[in-house]
């Protein structure tokens, strides 16, 4: 039977932000598929989603709210009812900031859903409770401060232009895995002639795409920009003119430090020839148009900031901002698109609370005081599975006192150590307002089915737990579609112009993009500014990653059939990844004695997972690489990849630094 065609959007944490054609017949999602009316994402879809109907109906859903009944992490639950719920976890708080202080209480999300308002939706309750804040940092921060340490708030250039470059750079970025939408103006650019050049640590599937890749090693991709100018400056290379007019701090870079990045040093730390740096500086320097895609993962060191800002200086030196098709993109910066502050409602604190660093969770747990957490609220996020040294987190959830409440769609790793676990909506069951990062479309959608089993939104979770804590505030009596219309009525200057009949319609808009955005240099000096006075390092230099003590650097690098810990509910999907994997270099493995297929111990001082060995000569002697976040459930031991990342936090943007760590390795018995 035919179904009515219903839009919507893939609320995933990824760049694209799809639109959605849904099919719902009686109430239940049949099938999904890629709205071709998207001006960006064009009607494709990315494996993961071609069957979100298989989400948004699993039997593995949640369907009521349950109550812990046996031990910690265990999984042993009953249900109870919403009532009793609500009450249970009020009733806690209640007692806990009588005893200990509201910041005894940490939220903790991230995002599992895009969508602002429901994404949104537990700032203003615990802005109000006086909870602790969480410092929502754990994906790429690093990425933004080091382009705004050059370009300040400059609007990135829209991502279809791309397809007018002569020479495209993707700068650690598997598109293939986590911006595939971007590849359609890579196909455009490269039918007109340009060369696309992937760089990254070791073979990704979009070296398929690529003319040529270039594998450097991890963390040395600020170094390799600097050798490249330090090459463009030696063979005057350069745009004179644009340096002269819009560029701030060339000469002193070109006095101070780029003397030292010679090929030479440069090869040193990055393992590519002398001649592959020369290579590349000639050919982008020669370049008419060169546009760099900058990834995330690379800004994932220790080093990750000066990584992107070494990176984002490049465009500047050759003049690429004001030729069609050149410049450099690390996402786009759409907030101002919509009032925020409206549905974060930071003024509802009555006074600073203190800020915990999400990729600190495993600390805060255990060793946070005065006071010390006593409980904890997860929505929309799985931090057991996604947050660093996953043992200190484990270890802090399986605390006796701590009070742990998770709602969530299915029974996660967090979930499991729940008190208490609150059903969810998935995407298709509620309303929200969406704005990519990876290009410049916003879309608002209403919910398409109705609630799986008893399953509540955010926004009406967190409405009914502030009418138990007593809250008089009337925001919280509203409902989520409320608040959508108040924030639609702000006007910002980015909504100016859109297509409001096709915007209320559901369907995906472009924002306007300003005359002249892409040279309106919005930093301090009106120019880019490669120096930049107020970081703690004026100018672009190599800085070392944290690195370890253990023979291999670990790569955990993006699934193509996962996002994060997302989607591993999906049987379909796991059995597209077949296992859970540690890809090695055969000289390595072979020095090892160690055979393909068989199951390996990594480690570190920090905690061990078991892998599948997967021998390929797409990686490099010397780094290894495990792809995907994997329920501990499906792990070939007792944990996954996190157990072996670190808490450490990157040189900007207080980011984590999940791709900065060493292992080693054994054969398992
Ligand atoms: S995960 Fe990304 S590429 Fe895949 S459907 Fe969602 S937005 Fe599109």
Known sequence: MAGEILRSVCPYDCPDTCGLMVEVVEGRTIRVSGDPEHPFTRGALCPKMNHYERTVHSPLRLTSPLRRIGPKGSGQFRPLSWEEAIRGIADRWKEIIAKNGAEAILPYSYAGTMGLVQRNSGHPFFYRLGASRLDRTICAPAKEAGWK?????????????LAFSDLVVLWGINALATNIHQLHAVREAKKKGAQVWLVDTYE??????????????????????????????????????????????????????????????????????????????????????????????????????????????????????????????????????????????????????????????????????????????????????????????????????????????????????ADVVLPSTSSLEHSDIYRAYGNYCIQQVKAVVPPVGQSKSNWEVFSLLAQAMGFPEPFFSQRAEDLIRHVLSIPAPLRKGIDEEAF????????????????????????????????AHPLPRHLPPYGGQEPYLLMTAPSLYALNSSFREREDLRQQDKSMSLQMNPGDAGEKGFQDGERVTAFNDRGEASFILQVTPKVPAGVVVAAGVWWLEHCP?????????????????????????????????
């Not at 300040?152 to 232009?161: K, L, R, S, V, Y």
């Open 204 to 417: 990704t599937p979009t070296a398929g795409i690529a003319d040529r890749t270039f594998v450097v090693r991890p963390a040395s991709d600020g170094a390799l920009a600097l050798g490249i100018m330090h090459i463009l400056a030696r063979e005057n290379l350069l745009d004179d003119k644009f340096l002269s007019a819009s560029v701030q701090g060339f000469d002193e870079l070109k006095s101070k430090i780029l003397p030292e990045m010679t090929p030479e040093k440069v090869s040193s730390f990055t393992g590519l020839p002398p001649e592959k740096i020369q290579f590349m500086a000639r050919a982008f320097g020669k370049a008419k148009a060169p546009f760099i895609r900058i990834g995330a993962g690379l800004s994932r060191y220790g080093n990750g900031g000066m990584n992107v800002r070494s990176i984002v200086c490049l465009p500047a030196l050759v003049g690429a901002w004001r030729k069609k098709g050149g410049g450099a993109f690390v996402g786009t910066s759409t907030a101002g698109a919509f009032a925020m502050a409206e549905i974060t409602r930071e003024d509802f604190m009555a006074g600073e609370t203190r800020i915990v660093n999400m990729n600190q969770l495993g600390h805060a747990l255990n060793h946070l005081d005065n006071p010390p957490l006593k409980s904890l609220y997860v929505y929309h996020s799985n931090p057991a599975s996604i947050t660093p040294d996953q043992n200190q987190v484990l270890k802090g959830l399986a605390r006796e006192d701590l009070f742990t409440v998770v709602h969530e769609r299915f029974m996660t790793d967090t979930a499991r150590y």
């Open 149 to 161: 340490a050059v370009m300040g708030n400059t609007m990135a250039p829209h991502p279809d232009e």
């Open 637 to 669: 031991g007792r944990r996954s990849v996190n157990a072996l990342t670190s808490q450490r936090l990157t040189d900007m943007g207080r980011g984590s630094t999940l791709y900065d760590n060493t292992v080693d390795v054994r054969r398992e018995p």
């Open 504 to 535: 209320s319609a559901g369907k995906a808009v472009e924002l306007s993009l300003p005359e002249g955005y892409k040279t309106q240099y919005k930093t301090p000096s009106g120019k880019i500014e490669i120096l930049t006075p107020k970081e």
